[in-house]
């Protein structure tokens, strides 16, 4: 690793996991930051994948394994944040390990869907630059809409929104999230990697 990309690395690290949670404080623990930290793995999928799509025959353990890291990463993050936030309280504060347990595995389907999507995104794309860029685009109006989303919703999807906020509600939307996101996963890499696979 370049000590210009190690250097990057240790500053969004020390940015996410430490000076945002020490910052809110018990505010971290709330699921409207806890679920996009869950999700941070998906940029460091993303160019991994896209690398692993740029030398063929592509390969599903390379994909995997991009994966698998940036989830690794997207963890460590989060669980970064998770102690900082019970240092400066000065006491324990975790939240219930159902929904540490549907963050984790929310993360890691996300994490597998990126790469899929990564894969179908290069194939169109001319070079891995252009590739990277498309995916980087991708992610500025998903945040977008993200942060528009709070202003656009009517009161009763804002309360139906809120009530997955909550343990029971998390375990709920991950019962039927994950299957989706893997079902997602495979069709994109079923459907982009056939002609390699005969």
């Known amino acids: 690793m370049r000590i210009g990309a190690f250097a990057?690395?240790?500053?969004?690290?020390?940015l996410f996991g430490v000076g945002i949670?020490?910052?809110?404080?018990?505010?971290?623990?709330?699921?409207?930051?806890?679920?996009?930290?869950?999700?941070l793995g998906v940029?460091?999928?993303?160019?991994?994948?896209?690398?692993?799509?740029?030398?063929?025959?592509?390969?599903?353990?390379?994909?995997?394994?991009?994966?698998?890291?940036?989830?690794?990463i997207g963890v460590l993050i989060?669980?970064?944040g998770l102690a900082t936030?019970?240092?400066?309280?000065?006491h324990e504060l975790l939240p219930p390990v159902p929904v540490l347990l549907c963050l984790a595995v929310l993360g890691l389907m996300a994490c597998l869907l990126t790469a899929a999507v990564a894969v179908r995104v290069a194939m169109a794309a001319?070079?891995?630059?252009?590739?990277?860029?498309?995916?980087?685009?991708?992610?500025?109006v998903l945040l977008c809409g993200f942060l528009a989303a709070p202003r656009v919703m009517g009161d009763e999807l804002t309360g139906t929104v809120l009530g997955w906020m909550t343990p029971e509600?998390?375990?709920r939307v991950t019962m039927v999230l994950a299957p989706l996101m893997?079902?997602?996963?495979?069709?994109l890499l079923r459907v982009r990697l056939a002609r390699y696979t005969g």
Not at 8 to 14: G, K, W
Not at 85 to 90: A, E, F, H, Y
Not at 182 to 187: H, I, K, P, S
Request: charged share 10%.
């Open 169 to 171: 509600g998390m375990v």
């Open 182 to 187: 893997a079902v997602g996963t495979l069709f």
């Open 8 to 14: 990057a690395n240790l500053a969004v690290l020390l």
């Open 43 to 72: 940029f460091y999928t993303s160019p991994r994948a896209v690398a692993a799509a740029f030398e063929p025959p592509i390969s599903l353990s390379a994909l995997g394994r991009a994966a698998l890291l940036g989830w690794a």
């Open 85 to 90: 936030v019970n240092i400066s309280v000065g």
């Open 21 to 39: 949670p020490w910052l809110k404080g018990i505010e971290f623990l709330d699921l409207f930051l806890l679920i996009p930290y869950a999700l």
């Open 126 to 140: 001319a070079t891995e630059s252009a590739a990277r860029a498309r995916i980087r685009i991708g992610f500025l």
């Open 78 to 80: 989060l669980a970064l």
